[in-house]
Nanobody, 126 residues
Framework: QVQLVESGGGLVQAGVSLRLSCAAS????????MGWFRQAPGKDRMFVAA????????FYEDSVKCRFTISRDNAKNTVYLQMNSLNSEDTAVYYC???????????????????WGQGTQVTVSS
């Protein structure tokens, strides 16, 4: 198993940047493809970004594609989500997720992931 702990959330003003981190412990981090999801109040958990095991490939939800960057440091067992030009629609609890993967596989559906962090709140004030 792998345990995931997110950090870096907070209350920020529109237009600023924020970087979320997700630290993993347990089995070998490079075994896992990673993803970020978010859940706004009253809404379903939605895909944000995904990255393959080695960080060679990434994929984004359309609304964040030009503003957010997912990356990972396998030496530090950590995946990041750099968020730029934040707006009020980015307000949500952000979750990282992990799934054992092979090759360059990535996953965009929440039910593809077996392991989840507890989430970190991001609130963007306009």
């Amino acid at each position: 198993q792998v345990q995931l702990v997110e950090s870096g959330g907070g209350l920020v003003q529109a237009g600023v940047s924020l970087r979320l981190s997700c630290a993993a412990s347990g089995r070998t981090f490079i075994t896992y493809a990673m993803g970020w999801f978010r859940q706004a109040p009253g809404k379903d958990r939605m895909f944000v970004a995904a990255i393959d095991r080695r960080g060679s490939n990434t994929f984004y939800e359309d609304s964040v594609k030009c503003r957010f960057t997912i990356s990972r440091d396998n030496a530090k067992n950590t995946v990041y989500l750099q968020m730029n030009s934040l707006n009020s629609e980015d307000t949500a609890v952000y979750y990282c997720a992990a799934q054992v993967a092979y090759g360059q596989s990535m996953y965009t559906r929440s039910y593809d992931y077996d392991y989840w962090g507890q989430g970190t709140q991001v609130t963007v004030s306009s």
